[in-house]
Structures are given as structure tokens and as C-alpha cells.
């Protein structure tokens, strides 16, 4: 008699997901440099694919690779933006803020096709960006608003027109790469449908 046929591990190459994704990076340079060449008063500011990307390549990627699409993602820009302005100033902690994306988008969205679970995810992540990168600010006093609660205050409302940018840009990317990722999926590639995936590792591990 035949032994019972072992249930196959779950596959790790995602093409289509690693296009998306690359995809993602792709909008990163396009934007810095189209960004650059248009009037100030008509440049979008703080609009970025990076927070969207780092939730998607997490979520369906796994953790570190969607670490490492965000650290690329970053380093890109900034050699964009450098190239086309000779300023660069780096800023270490944005590798850290832009890194907890990755990690809600893998803790939240990784088993997951809801279009308003992503949007939600992607608002709630960016507030928390907002109210955390800007009370680092303040601690750091980049600019001197003083320490007081006045200065913590104003601080946020100096940030708030730069904030609705990088509002619309985590919204609309990680809508678009998610979105883009469920409709592709189910059309031509159902190996890397979120249903599927869930089932093969549910089948392979014997719970959940």
C-alpha cells in the first residue's frame, strides 16, 4: 500500500508579487525625480510609495524581505534626490519608522485580502507615523519651538500640510499594490492568492 501522500510545503517564490513589488520600487525613483522638475508651488510634498510598499512587500512577502524592499526603497530615493540636488542629509530613524510598517503590514495584513482592513491598516499606520516622527521632532528640537506643551503643539500643526502627503501617499500605494496584487492573483496567478497560501500552510502545519 502506498504512504499517505505528504501535503507539499508551501511555495516561496511569488513572481508576480516580487513584480509588484519591484513595481513599487520602480514608482520610488519616478516620483523623486518627477517630483524635482516640476515648479515648488505644483510638488506634491511628502507623497511616498515607501509606506505602502514596506505594508505590501511585508504582508506578502514575509517580514524580511519586506524590510528589505523598504531599506532599498529609501536608499534609492535618497541617491535620487542627491543626484538631482547635491544635498543629501540622512536621517537614520526614518529606516526605523519605515520599518514598522513592514512589520504591522506582516502582522495584520499577511493573511488577509480585505480592501478595508488594507485601508485601515494603512491610515492607522500613518497617524501613528505622524504622532510619533513629530514628537520626536519636538524632542529634537529641529526646529525651536521650545519645551512646552505650546511648543509640542505648534510643532504638530507645522507638520500637519506635509502630513496630508505622506496621508494620501500610504493610502493610495498600499490600496493600488494590494488591490493590484488580489485582481492579478485571481486572474493568473491563484498559486499566490492570500485563500490559497493560508490553506497550503494550513494543510502542511495540521492546525489553525
Same mark, same amino acid.
Given at each position: 500500500?502506498?504512504?499517505? *501522500?505528504?501535503?507539499?510545503?508551501?511555495?516561496?517564490?511569488?513572481?508576480?508579487?516580487?513584480?509588484?513589488?519591484?513595481?513599487?520600487?520602480?514608482?520610488?525613483?519616478?516620483?523623486?525625480?518627477?517630483?524635482?522638475?516640476?515648479?515648488?508651488?505644483?510638488?506634491?510634498?511628502?507623497?511616498?510609495?515607501?509606506?505602502?510598499?514596506?505594508?505590501?512587500?511585508?504582508?506578502?512577502?514575509?517580514?524580511?524581505?519586506?524590510?528589505?524592499?523598504?531599506?532599498?526603497?529609501?536608499?534609492?530615493?535618497?541617491?535620487?534626490?542627491?543626484?538631482?540636488?547635491?544635498?543629501?542629509?540622512?536621517?537614520?530613524?526614518?529606516?526605523?519608522?519605515?520599518?514598522?510598517?513592514?512589520?504591522?503590514?506582516?502582522?495584520?495584513?499577511?493573511?488577509?485580502?480585505?480592501?478595508?482592513?488594507?485601508?485601515?491598516?494603512?491610515?492607522?499606520?500613518?497617524?501613528?507615523?505622524?504622532?510619533?516622527?513629530?514628537?520626536?521632532?519636538?524632542?529634537?528640537?529641529?526646529?525651536?519651538?521650545?519645551?512646552?506643551?505650546?511648543?509640542?503643539?505648534?510643532?504638530?500643526?507645522?507638520?500637519?500640510?506635509?502630513?496630508?502627503?505622506?496621508?494620501?501617499?500610504?493610502?493610495?500605494?498600499?490600496?493600488?499594490?494590494?488591490?493590484?496584487?488580489?485582481?492579478?492573483?485571481?486572474?493568473?496567478?491563484?498559486?499566490?492568492?492570500?485563500?490559497?497560501?493560508? *490553506?497550503?500552510?494550513?494543510?502542511?502545519?495540521?492546525?489553525?
Amino acid at each position: 500500500m502506498d504512504s499517505p *501522500k505528504q501535503p507539499s510545503a508551501p511555495s516561496h517564490f511569488k513572481p508576480m508579487t516580487l513584480a509588484l513589488a519591484g513595481f513599487g520600487l520602480a514608482l520610488v525613483a519616478v516620483l523623486t525625480v518627477a517630483f524635482q522638475q516640476l515648479p515648488v508651488e505644483y510638488r506634491v510634498w511628502n507623497v511616498s510609495v515607501i509606506g505602502g510598499l514596506a505594508l505590501f512587500a511585508a504582508a506578502r512577502l514575509g517580514f524580511w524581505p519586506g524590510v528589505a524592499f523598504t531599506a532599498a526603497a529609501i536608499a534609492l530615493k535618497d541617491v535620487c534626490y542627491y543626484r538631482l540636488t547635491d544635498w543629501w542629509e540622512p536621517y537614520p530613524l526614518s529606516w526605523a519608522y519605515f520599518s514598522v510598517y513592514a512589520l504591522v503590514g506582516w502582522v495584520l495584513l499577511r493573511r488577509s485580502a480585505s480592501a478595508g482592513r488594507v485601508a485601515v491598516t494603512a491610515l492607522g499606520v500613518s497617524l501613528g507615523f505622524f504622532v510619533v516622527s513629530n514628537f520626536v521632532s519636538w524632542l529634537e528640537q529641529a526646529l525651536p519651538y521650545g519645551y512646552s506643551f505650546e511648543g509640542l503643539v505648534n510643532c504638530y500643526a507645522a507638520a500637519v500640510p506635509f502630513y496630508r502627503g505622506t496621508f494620501l501617499g500610504d493610502l493610495m500605494f498600499s490600496v493600488g499594490l494590494f488591490g493590484a496584487h488580489a485582481v492579478l492573483s485571481r486572474a493568473y496567478f491563484p498559486a499566490e492568492r492570500v485563500s490559497a497560501a493560508t *490553506k497550503e500552510v494550513r494543510d502542511t502545519e495540521g492546525h489553525w
